[in-house]
Structures are given as structure tokens and as C-alpha cells.
């Protein structure tokens, strides 16, 4: 028996309504995506410029201990400038006392010194990584936007002929019954049409009685569930050609 021609129209707006619901959101998702491709962009540029913060701060440091250490040098000149003009071995010692201070001075500036021009070494590497790791990162994100840039073509295309071919169709419900349809998609999460399958409403999964189910399977008539209230219908299973003998 054939279908009423009203609910295979029905059955054939869910149909286009569910599609072009499902291209919606994805076009809903996108800026989302974009913005985790603007997030990872972020993330390697401040990459960089933390380690190049980072290495700017090791010369600040290396520049002032290299003045610490100018500084102790002018003294240990001006201290052998001196020893010619000692005259008591006191002052001789506390001379050489002064000297040994100042070496001692140098020696732990220069120390450190060394300590961060090692430690330059390694930040320089950390800067180089963190510019190529941005590199990359800038590749893929152009690469990603371009993507998503063609996806928002395709799926604003594909909403735009859903809707079209939603406009044709709904031309083909009875305004009352078309009214329904709409409310329920609104009540229902987008679906006002549902199959049964066995006794069971498929959107709801509550069990129908007998004699609703008898109905449905004719499909020669609008009927609702009596739980969600939605349009059933019943799709009958294709029947699978014989093996040959």
C-alpha cells in the first residue's frame, strides 16, 4: 500500500530539516575552530617571545657583571698604582689584603659570568626551537583556515539548496498540518517525524499499543505517538532477492 502523499511529504521536510539542522551547527562550530587555530597561533608567538625575554635579560645580567667586573679591575690597577707609595709593612699588608679581596671579587663575578653565558647558550637554542615550533604552527593554521574557509562554502551551499528544496516540499503539506509539523520541531528538538520500529516509537522509545501500531503500518493516515505526540510513520523492511538456485 502506498503512503499518503502528505506524510511522504512530511517524512521527506524532516528529512531536509534534520540535514540542514546538522549543516547549521557545523557551521555554528567553526569560529570555534578558528579560535583554537588563533589560540595555538598565541601560544607559539608568546613561546618566542618569552625565550627571547628570557635572553634579553641573561645580557642585561651579563652586561652588569662585566661592568662589576671593569669596576674590580680599575681598583687592582690603582692598588699596583699604590705599592710604589707604601712605606710601613702594615700598610704593605693591608695592601696585599685588599688586592686578594678584589681577586677574590673577580673571581666569583667572573664565575657567574660564565654560569650565565653557558646559560645563553641555551636559551639562544630555546629561541631558535620556539621560532621554528611557530613556524610550523603559522604553516598549519594557514593551512587550517583555508580549510575551513572552503568548508563554510560548502555547507553554506548545502543549506542554501536544503533550503530550497525545503521550500518545494513544504508547498506539498496541507497549511494545518504543516502548522504541527513546525510546533513540534520547535517542542521536540527538531524532530517531528519519527519511524516505528517493532512496537516502539523511535524518538521516544516508548512502546505503542497495538492497535496505534496497526494504524501506522497502513500508512494511509496521520497518526501521533501518544507519549512525544510526534508523526509516525512505518518504513518497511526491503525484502532481499533470492539467491539464485
Do not use: W
Amino acid at each position: 500500500m502506498s503512503l499518503l502523499p502528505s506524510l511522504t511529504a512530511l517524512i521527506a521536510l524532516q528529512a531536509l530539516d534534520t540535514a540542514a539542522d546538522s549543516a547549521r551547527k557545523r557551521l555554528a562550530d567553526l569560529p570555534a575552530a578558528e579560535q583554537a587555530i588563533d589560540a595555538r597561533l598565541a601560544a607559539a608567538s608568546t613561546a618566542v617571545e618569552t625565550a627571547k625575554a628570557r635572553l634579553a635579560a641573561n645580557q642585561t645580567a651579563r652586561r652588569a657583571l662585566e661592568k662589576e667586573v671593569a669596576g674590580v679591575d680599575s681598583r687592582l690597577a690603582r692598588f699596583d698604582d699604590h705599592k710604589a707609595s707604601v712605606k710601613t709593612n702594615h700598610e704593605y699588608t693591608a695592601l696585599l689584603h685588599e688586592i686578594s679581596t678584589a681577586k677574590a671579587e673577580k673571581d666569583a663575578v667572573e664565575e657567574r659570568l660564565l654560569g650565565l653565558m653557558e646559560e645563553a647558550d641555551t636559551i639562544a637554542s630555546d629561541v631558535k626551537a620556539a621560532d621554528e615550533a611557530r613556524v610550523v604552527v603559522e604553516r598549519e593554521a594557514a593551512d587550517a583556515r583555508a580549510t575551513i574557509t572552503a568548508e563554510r562554502r560548502t555547507v553554506e551551499a548545502e543549506v542554501a539548496r536544503l533550503s530550497a528544496a525545503r521550500s518545494r516540499d513544504a508547498a506539498d503539506v496541507p497549511v494545518p498540518l504543516l502548522a504541527k509539523y513546525e510546533q513540534l520541531r520547535k517542542q521536540r528538538r527538531g524532530i517531528a517525524v519519527a519511524r516505528v520500529a517493532g512496537e516502539l516509537c523511535e524518538a521516544c522509545h516508548v512502546r505503542l499499543r497495538p492497535t496505534v501500531v496497526q494504524q501506522i503500518r497502513r500508512n494511509t493516515e496521520i497518526v501521533s505517538c501518544d507519549s512525544c505526540q510526534r508523526i509516525l510513520f512505518f518504513e518497511p523492511p526491503v525484502e532481499q532477492p533470492s539467491p539464485a538456485s
